[in-house]
């Protein structure tokens, strides 16, 4: 089967980053921004594998393993934290968490 | 050689270790084991002086022992001890009046809650002046100089909680600055002049030096002998030094320490005699100090600061004496003086004492019935002192005053034997006002009640001296007697001999005998003729009645005062150093000092202010900081590339 050039996982992967950061920069939600956070990672993933492939260098897979592992640790760290900054507010907005101001 | 050097070596360093130990045991040992350690370490500095003598002796009492120690690369930059007779001369009498003066303290700061601190402070002193003494350079010199003040002032100050005695010993430590700052600048001129600072280099070539700068270098160095010997003008220091424990008078302001001028000129004679204003400078200042000293002690009633105006006194008689070239009689007159006054000094701590601690004269009288010892002790210290014969000072005093006359020098000559005749006034006074009459009795309205308790409990035990302090001035009451039969006129002359080679080393010439041929006769009778006058007055005013002051309230009044030298220092430097002191501390220190400091902390509070700001706790902004950093390393890189 005839696949995508290399040059499109690449774009792909821009792709996927670049709409991870700019939800990150601009929900307000923290799921959102947690979500927007997972789809960078998935960007990275995607990187990783199509060039191991490309390459014929079995170290991308090996990273892919590893980042969604890491990235499995970090969702439910940072859902934890989001449960418990906002179980006392009425909101969840990250804006209003300004307790670090200095 | 070998023993030589240890021998020099142990004079300063044994008394050293010693106040290192009372010092490091004063809170431990017991008091007679701190008078123990303290004596001893004297004790053995006394024999290697001794010892020191000996060798010097075998040597034919020609050379000199020396003991290099180390150098410190610069050539004739070097510290070391030289053993000649100058030199062993000082030695002796510093170690053996200082051991005699310990053993006395020993007694005398037995009731003093500070014992170790004491004697820890006294045994450093023998250190440096064994050290000013003994050391082969100009350098050396200096380093026992400073110390010697550093030691004057610590003692002077002993009793830190008077301020009177905190006054007086930054008094003495600030004139004596004065007078080093002029040793420094004298060495600076040698050494870039000729090269080298051991006396064994300078001194022979003194006469190769351009006049001018011999002229610079003389007067500098007896800037600092007059500052250090209490000479006029810079003697203002040395009857406030009196505030000091008597033992310390005894040892520092009258016997020894205040001579240390006196040896730098005898040390540094060819120096002085080379240059044009040399002698004449050093003869003005001790005729000038010999007479004012002894006027001023007239007008006393404090019993130390008549000794140490008499000792002003007595030291202007040797400067005297070096300034006409007759070495051998100063340093003579050097010795004698120290035994007599030391034994007068001790015997003046023996009588305020018995007075608890009362040190006017107008308020003492009738010692001679109460104490024996204390009268007859005091009165050799005082004939010796008046010059009496054939007492000690008598054949010192006739040598110096002989050599004026010799000399040709016959004004100096008149000066120096009103001198003695005033120097037997003001002693005979203080002896009459201490021991004739009767005792003086405070009335008990006067007195506090505290004080009345002291004084009966004072009373029920000082029957009499303890043996400690009697032995001392036994001793110096033998020594008083009999020191003076070193030189007797056509019978001895121990000390002319002694020096000549040593002297005659640096080409001394002998004295000129430009004057009358009898000058012996004419000295000696007109000494003694009066010095009997000075003493028949002061017994006629003072043997019977209670009139303390004789010569009229004004001339108290202003001896009291020092004759306006305190207040004229006070208005030129003291003064002005208090406006500038004070200007520095209302508007140097608040506004530039402080301002400076607050104005740091400013500048910092408001850089955190601002710099606080970027944290605003505003999530997505960090976010979006850290993603224009990334950015533009990443752009940086890729336009590297």
């Known amino acids: 089967m005839p696949g995508m050039p290399f040059s499109g996982y690449v774009l792909l992967s821009a792709v996927l980053f670049v709409a991870g950061l700019v939800g990150v920069l601009v929900r307000r939600s923290p799921l959102a921004a947690l979500m927007s956070i ?5 960007a990275a993933t995607l990187l990783f594998v199509a060039a191991s492939r490309h390459l014929a260098a079995m170290g991308g897979h090996v990273f892919a393993f590893l980042i969604v592992v890491v990235g499995a640790a970090e969702a439910a760290i940072g859902l934890a934290l989001i449960v418990l900054i906002f179980r006392g507010r009425d909101g969840a907005d990250v804006d209003e968490v300004r307790s670090l101001r200095g | 050689m070998e023993i030589t050097f240890w021998l020099l070596v142990g004079i300063p360093v044994l008394p050293l270790l010693g106040a290192a130990a009372t010092a490091a045991l004063r809170r431990r040992a017991s008091r007679g084991m701190l008078a ?4 001893s370490a004297v004790a053995l500095a006394f024999a290697c002086t001794v010892a020191a003598l000996i060798r010097f002796g075998q040597a034919g009492g020609e050379g000199v022992l020396h003991a290099p120690l180390w150098s410190w690369g610069v050539a004739g930059v070097g510290l070391g001890l030289i053993g000649d007779s100058i030199s062993i001369w ?11 003066i310990h053993i006395y303290a020993a007694g005398y700061m037995a ?3 500070d014992y170790g601190r004491f004697f820890a ?4 002193f023998i250190f440096a002046m064994s050290l000013l003494v003994l050391a082969d350079g100009f350098v050396g010199m200096l380093m026992g100089w400073a110390n010697v003040g550093l030691a004057s002032y610590l003692l002077i100050g002993f009793w830190n909680r008077r301020p009177a005695a905190a006054a007086a010993a930054k008094k003495a430590f600030w004139v004596n600055t004065v007078g080093e700052v002029g040793l420094i600048l004298a060495m600076l001129i040698l050494l870039t002049s000729s090269g080298s600072l051991r006396f064994a280099d300078v001194l022979p ?3 190769l030096l351009p006049p001018e700068v011999l002229n610079a270098a003389a007067l500098l160095l007896l800037v600092g002998a007059v500052a250090k010997s209490a000479q006029l003008p810079l003697f203002v220091w040395l009857p406030d030094a009196m505030q000091g424990p008597t033992p310390v008078s005894a040892l520092i302001h009258a016997a020894t320490m205040v001579t240390a001028g006196v040896y730098l000129v005898v040390r540094a004679f060819p120096l002085f005699e080379a240059a044009p204003w040399g002698m004449p400078a050093v003869a003005l200042v001790g ?8 006027v001023a002690a007239m007008g006393q009633n404090d019993i130390k600061r008549i000794l140490a105006y008499s000792t002003m006194s007595q030291v202007g008689y040797m400067m005297l004496a070096a300034g006409v070239g007759a070495y051998a009689a100063a340093l003579f007159h050097f010795m004698t003086h120290a035994f007599f006054k030391a034994l007068l000094f001790l015997g003046a701590g023996l009588v305020i004492h018995h007075f608890h601690g009362e040190q006017d004269v107008r308020r003492m009288g009738g010692l001679g019935r109460e104490s024996p010892f204390v009268y007859w002790t005091f009165l050799i210290g005082t004939l010796a002192l008046v010059g009496a014969p054939p007492l000690a000072g008598f054949f010192s005093k006739d040598e110096i005053v002989v050599e004026l006359l010799a000399g040709g020098h016959t004004a100096l000559w008149v000066l120096a034997v009103a001198a003695a005749g005033l120097t037997a006034f003001y002693m005979l006074r203080l002896f009459c006002l201490v021991f004739a009459g009767n005792p003086y009795r405070v009335d008990a309205s006067d007195r506090g009640p505290a004080e009345a308790a002291a004084a009966a409990e004072h009373d029920a035990h000082s029957a009499g001296v303890p043996a400690v302090q009697a032995v001392p001035v036994l001793l110096l009451t033998i020594l008083s007697i009999a020191g003076g039969w070193l030189w007797v006129p056509g019978l001895t002359h121990v000390p002319e001999a002694f020096f000549e080679p040593a002297l005659a080393r640096y080409g001394s010439p002998a004295p000129v005998h430009a004057g009358p041929v009898q000058a012996k006769e004419w000295t000696m009778g007109a000494l003694l003729l009066v010095s009997a006058a000075g003493a028949a007055w002061a017994v006629k005013l003072f043997g019977k009645s209670r009139r303390a002051d004789a010569t009229g309230g004004a001339f108290a009044r202003a001896a009291e005062a020092g004759f306006g030298f305190d207040a004229a220092y006070r208005a030129a430097f003291v003064e002005p150093l208090r406006a500038l002191a004070g200007y520095a501390g209302r508007v140097m220190d608040p506004q530039v000092v402080d301002g400076a400091v607050n104005g740091i902390a400013r500048l910092a509070g408001t850089a955190a202010l601002a710099l606080g700001r970027l944290h605003g706790g505003f999530v997505r902004r960090y976010a979006l900081v850290l993603v224009t950093g990334v950015t533009a390393v990443l752009i940086y890189f890729l336009m590297a590339v």
């Open chain 1, 38 to 42: 997972e789809l960078m990672w998935g």
């Open chain 2, 36 to 39: 123990a350690i303290a004596c």
């Open chain 2, 90 to 100: 000082f030695s002796l009498v510093v170690t053996g009046v200082g051991l005699l």
């Open chain 2, 111 to 113: 009731d003093d809650p």
């Open chain 2, 121 to 124: 402070k006294l045994n450093y």
């Open chain 2, 205 to 207: 070539q003194a006469g």
């Open chain 2, 287 to 294: 005729v000038a100090s010999a007479v004012f000293g002894a």
